[in-house]
């Protein structure tokens, strides 16, 4: 059986993949598919990036907090970075549905390029430290029966994404 770390790792590296395109894309935002890139992008962002951030906050976290107090410890940092990551996620998400009608609209460019940077400085970050430290940490102390319940939630949410 796979761990759940292990499950949440192996969506990193996709996770940084997108980055790496939608990084090419801000500095590329004249190209024939820069529409078609980011449109794609912000699906990825609402429906993969959704359910992983839901896997850590709902499943994996509690579990940590058992033996981790979440106050001036990492999982406050990491939730800290989810509340931001949302926000620049948020104007990201505007900017391309602005830029998806009018491709020359400045504001909906200055929208994407913004907090598009801001997304991806703060996720490769993010996920630096929760490969490095947060997940090597969970290795550690999880008991056997806290992995069969945040498998258990996986399964569940896996289930609901498919509806
Ligand atoms: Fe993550």
């Known amino acids: 059986m796979s761990?759940?770390?292990e499950i949440l790792s192996n969506d990193h590296r996709v996770v940084l993949e997108k980055l790496n395109v939608l990084d090419r894309t801000i500095n590329n935002?004249?190209?024939?598919?820069?529409?078609?890139?980011?449109?794609?992008?912000?699906?990825?962002?609402?429906?993969?990036?959704?359910?992983?951030?839901?896997?850590?906050?709902?499943?994996?976290?509690p579990e940590i907090e058992k033996f981790m107090p979440r106050e001036g410890g990492p999982i406050g940092v990491m939730l800290m970075d989810h509340e931001d990551l949302y926000k620049y996620e948020d104007n990201l998400v505007r900017g391309i549905d602005l830029f998806i009608k009018n491709e020359s609209n400045g504001e909906a460019i200055k929208l994407i390029k913004e907090n598009g940077t801001n997304y991806i400085n703060l996720l490769r970050e993010h996920i630096y430290k929760e490969d490095n430290m947060l997940f090597m940490m969970a290795d550690m102390h999880l008991e056997e029966d806290q992995i069969k319940e945040i498998m258990r939630k996986f399964e569940e949410l896996d289930k609901k994404q498919l509806v």
Do not use: C, V, W
């Open 29 to 61: 935002i004249k190209s024939q598919d820069a529409k078609k890139i980011l449109g794609d992008l912000k699906l990825f962002i609402q429906k993969e990036m959704e359910i992983h951030f839901t896997k850590e906050e709902d499943a994996l976290f």
């Open 3 to 5: 761990r759940p770390t």
